[in-house]
């Protein structure tokens, strides 16, 4: 009976000596190593692609169950957790009980642990199932609720800050100082903090380095220090290319981001008390709350619409700004009757999630929807979902009474 036995591996391959029991009568037959070379970035991106597509006809089966079962609603307001549980059902039936993926059979490559050449255990194996997978959709959660208190901080402390130099310069009788180091920063952590609390640095600084190296594709993989080898033997006259020039071109990217980043931030900084007229970026309205001028950053912008409990001006500054005059009560009430009568005939209900509406929007082409079903949507396919116009994230207009 055959049995393999690992040895030891070098830089870019991996042996394993194969050997027979031999019996009483026959001598003791020398073994012969087989050297099995680590997989290259093609076939490791090609297995995943096609675990992508498997696991994408999973979740499209489970979808269509729960459809059927509970109803329409029910499948489009669990779509992130339909889509985490096929994803763990899969690597569950595949890689936890010590199986190869469909993707890892088609390309021929077995995952092990780092350069010894052993199968990973079953606790590795766990590990890097719940961190590829739970990891994100629990981040996804976390994120939202963390830069929501930290956003709130940071707009109290420069309200305060605002304040306290508006009291001083009255004071002095002269113009309130410069703004402080301290509020400077803030500020700036205000302005970028969806991109400073985001992992997407995170994971182009890990793709990057695959396209380098040719190892540790996911991040998980990284941190588990799981890798591929070929279970054929490869050729001497086998060309292994692999993604060096993406590698750079990412790096590329990642450096005119960065630059076009101080950029922006050294832009902002020298802004004149006129924005508009200089060709600022932003624009500071009362209270101290900034609205971005650059239609792709529609983050800040829609965060105005959570950011409402208190009053932020007075109505003499609403009148300057918007060139509109004020009135007592709101001229359009989105409760009543008349104002909601030309959707549908009367009909509230968004067609998304088949709920009353929670904080109507329109898109460019003049439908409605709830303000987080169609940024949802948006997010993920950028068009209208009933007449399929284009339909962008920072072009939907939130109906405010």
Known sequence: MDHFQPSSSSRSTTSLSISSNPS?????????????????????IRSHQKDAYFSGQLLEQLSSLLRKVYGAR???????????FSEILYLGLTTLIGNRTLGEEYCDIVQVEGENGRLPALGRRAGYILSCILGPYLLGRVLPVFRQRIRG??????RRYTKQRAQQGGKNGKKPPSSALGARVQHYILQNLDTLTSPSPIYALSLATFYFSGSYYHLSKRIWNLRYIFTRKVEESDQRVGYEVLGVLLVLQMAVQGYLHIQNTVTRETVTSTPLAS????????????????????????????????????????QKWTHTPLTDKPRYELSDEGTMAWIAGGNRKCTLCLEEMKDPSVTTCGHVFCWTCISDWAREKPECPLCRQSCLVQHVLPLRG
Request: hydrophobic content about 35%; glycine content about 6%; proline content about 10%.
């Open 24 to 44: 009483p009568s026959v001598a003791m037959a020398p073994s012969i190593p087989y050297s099995y070379p680590f997989a290259t970035s093609p076939d490791i």
């Open 74 to 84: 029910f499948a489009h307001t669990y779509t992130s957790e339909t889509r985490v």
């Open 153 to 158: 901080k940071l707009e109290a402390n420069l």
């Open 279 to 318: 060709g600022g970026t932003s624009v500071l309205v009362g209270g101290g709350v900034e609205v971005s001028l650059d239609p792709n950053a529609y983050s800040a912008n829609n965060a105005l619409l959570f950011d409402a409990t208190q009053p932020s001006s007075t109505p003499s500054d609403l």
